[in-house]
């Protein structure tokens, strides 16, 4: 079973189903539906035409369950419009009903959880780890997002902002998690790029780029973590980095800055070091400034103690550490490495196995027991 296919194709069998007047939760279910029944039914018997099949069974299973609604029966009329069987018109819908997701009655965040969970294809468990809150709640604010569009028009797109958010969190999940979509969010973010002209926009579409760049570095051939500083830095893709960095001095030459153009700011500095040692520190903690004033952000103030202790060394790092709730994801990591490069390898070794208890994958939880186990047997740096 061809799971990248239906994965692909879920977006816009969704929204043609919203565009013949299916409301949005339960054009989402008959869609499940279908996805199910093609994990059944293809293995033997796989159509000519995978996304008309699709159109025609989650269509069908809409029409059943309308029918079996009481609360729907006004719907039953719509029973003469199904689509007859046969291609279904080649048009990538995935960019437009992310904006239809962004709807007006809902707000931000509530509409980048739901695009997310229906079109993104993410589970709960990882929007709420996106979001840094509890998988429960995160189910709660998806299931009231569902309840609001239920029976909406979507004929009012919500904001490019609201939209610029679910594809930055769609492509952290691609690039770091368990679903592989960034290469998706690249390529809708073009799209976007081609239609709008928004600063902002190029700004996600650099940052996007030039994390991409090094995508290929990031895990060994067995599958483990390789940070930053020894990644293979021969092996970044020169022309993504090319290409990201020209994007970005075009949109901060508009004197508009925003977080997507300071994120990929930073991420061009890392880019533009020869070597982990050559890297311009002091002007990566001077971004995070100004990331911290427009975002306001835990994890940005995180990655600046970082930064901070780069620049001005581990002890300074400490202390803008301190002043961050250690509840935050990565602390005890973050905490870990600056007690390591202050020399207190007892600390470091017990923050690295706290931390690694806590990771919330199994490649990174992997390294951080190795960087345990490394201090724990005495081995230095």
């Known amino acids: 079973m061809d799971e990248a296919l239906l994965r692909s194709l879920t977006p816009s069998v969704l929204a043609i189903l919203v565009r013949r007047g299916a409301d949005f ?51 039953e009329d719509l029973v003469d419009e199904e689509p007859a069987p046969g291609p279904a018109p080649a048009v990538d819908d995935t960019l437009q009903l992310y904006f239809l997701c962004a709807h007006p009655s809902l707000t931000p965040s509530s509409a980048v959880a739901l695009t997310l969970r229906a079109v993104g294809g993410l589970t709960t468990r990882q929007i709420a780890q996106a979001y840094l809150v509890p998988e429960a709640t995160m189910a709660q604010r998806i299931s009231r997002a569902k309840r609001t569009v239920s ?98 001095q075009a949109a901060l030459a508009r004197d508009r800055l925003g977080e997507f153009q300071a994120q990929a700011a930073v991420a061009a500095l890392h880019a533009d070091a020869p070597t982990a040692e050559e890297t311009d520190w002091v002007q990566i903690v001077e971004w995070y400034d100004e990331l911290a004033r427009l975002t306001d952000s835990p994890v940005v103030r995180l990655n600046r103690a970082v930064a901070v202790g780069e620049a001005d060394g581990p002890r300074a790092g400490l202390a803008a550490l301190a002043a961050l709730n250690d509840s935050l994801p990565r602390h ?14 007892t600390t470091a070794a017990r923050l690295y196995a706290e931390a690694a208890q806590k990771a919330p994958n199994l490649a990174e939880r992997d390294y951080l027991t190795r960087q345990a186990a490394r201090l724990n047997t005495g081995r230095g740096r």
């Open 25 to 75: 939760a339960a054009a989402e279910d008959a869609v499940q539906d279908a996805l199910i029944e093609a994990v059944r039914v293809w293995p033997a018997d796989r159509p000519r035409d995978p996304k008309g099949w699709l159109v025609t069974v989650a269509w069908r299973r809409f029409l059943d369950a309308t029918r079996a609604d009481a609360a729907r029966r006004r719907r």
């Open 151 to 248: 029976g909406v028009q979507f004929d009012r797109p919500g904001d490019v902002a609201t939209v610029l958010r679910v594809l930055y969190l769609v492509f952290n999940e691609g690039y770091s998690g368990d679903v592989d979509l960034a290469a998706e969010a690249i390529r809708l973010t073009r799209q976007l790029a081609a239609t709008i002209d928004h600063p902002e926009v190029a700004g996600l579409l650099a940052l996007m780029l030039l994390h991409h760049a090094r995508r290929a570095t990031r895990t060994a051939a067995d599958g483990s973590l390789v940070p930053l500083a020894e990644q293979d830095r021969i092996r970044w893709d020169t022309a993504s980095i090319a290409e990201g960095v020209e994007i970005l």
């Open 332 to 345: 005890a990591a973050v905490a870990a490495y600056l007690h390591e490069r202050d020399g207190d390898l």
